[in-house]
């Protein structure tokens, strides 16, 4: 796809005039999409709350807010962050990068204290558990260091003045489309943490109601990912204009 259509209005077949009907549909998907993320932070929190002793930083609890920063941040957050462009197709771009970038820088604060929370809860047991042990550590850390990674490499490129147009048009077309392979295989990585958390049920006979709500909460992260990745990749939700 060439560079120039990756955020302009025409972009593949789509015409620089969407209709009403597809705005309508727009806000609509955008709305589900909210609804969702949100249902999908509120389970996570009810999920620690109710069922595993609430937040606290203490080595028993600490946990639990590794869960809940992780969905905030690099899910729910960082959807967000990529929805911005088009929600916000007719503002000025500049406006919707510190947006996006705010957003982001957020949801990497989120991440970093949720990292906290996971070895502090190993390290302080007593005995200390071993960390990075797992499938869902090494998909988890190494998620946190390629969105590092991705924020700078937006900063540099789209937020410095100095930086060369050649050098934002070459770099776009990676921006975006490993922006999207990130935010997927973040959802993955929560949905992989959810599962890692439930082999700890002793009694694999029985189904409690507490991983009937986190299978609920990984089927509503799946859902939340193919939305987002949905309205995104729509040529007709494109920008209105083409602006670095």
């Known amino acids: ?4 259509n990756l955020d302009h209005p025409g972009a593949s ?22 609804a969702v993320g949100l ?20 080595p028993e ?5 590794h869960p809940l920063f992780m969905v905030i941040g690099l899910v729910f957050l960082y959807a967000d962050g990529i929805l911005v462009y088009r929600v916000f197709r007719s503002v000025k771009k500049f406006r919707v990068k510190v947006i996006h970038a705010s957003l982001h820088i957020l949801a990497l604060i989120f991440a970093i204290v949720g ?11 007593k005995p200390p558990k071993p960390n990075m042990w797992s499938l869902h550590s090494w998909l988890g850390l190494t998620c946190v260091l390629l969105f590092c990674l991705q924020w700078v490499g937006g900063l540099i490129h789209f937020l410095l003045p100095q930086t060369p147009q050649s050098y934002r048009k070459m770099y776009l077309p990676i921006h975006q489309h490993w922006g999207v392979i990130l935010f997927c295989m973040t959802t993955v990585t929560a949905i992989t943490g959810i599962t890692e958390k439930n082999a700890f049920h002793d009694d694999a006979s029985k189904l409690p109601a507490w991983e009937k709500l986190s299978n609920t ?28």
């Open 1 to 4: 796809m060439p560079y120039e």
């Open 39 to 58: 249902l999908a932070v509120i389970l996570t929190a009810v999920w620690m709350s109710v069922y595993h002793g609430g937040f606290s930083w203490v």
């Open 13 to 34: 077949g789509g015409s620089s005039n969407t209709g009403e009907p597809s705005m309508k549909m727009f806000t609509i998907w955008v709305l589900i999409a909210q």
């Open 217 to 244: 909460l990984g089927f509503v992260l799946g859902i939340f990912c193919i939305l987002v990745v949905y309205i995104v990749r729509r040529a007709e939700y494109q920008r209105f204009y083409f602006l670095l």
């Open 61 to 65: 609890r600490v946990f639990n807010f």
């Open 115 to 125: 990292l906290k929370a996971v070895f502090d809860s190993h390290n302080l047991s």
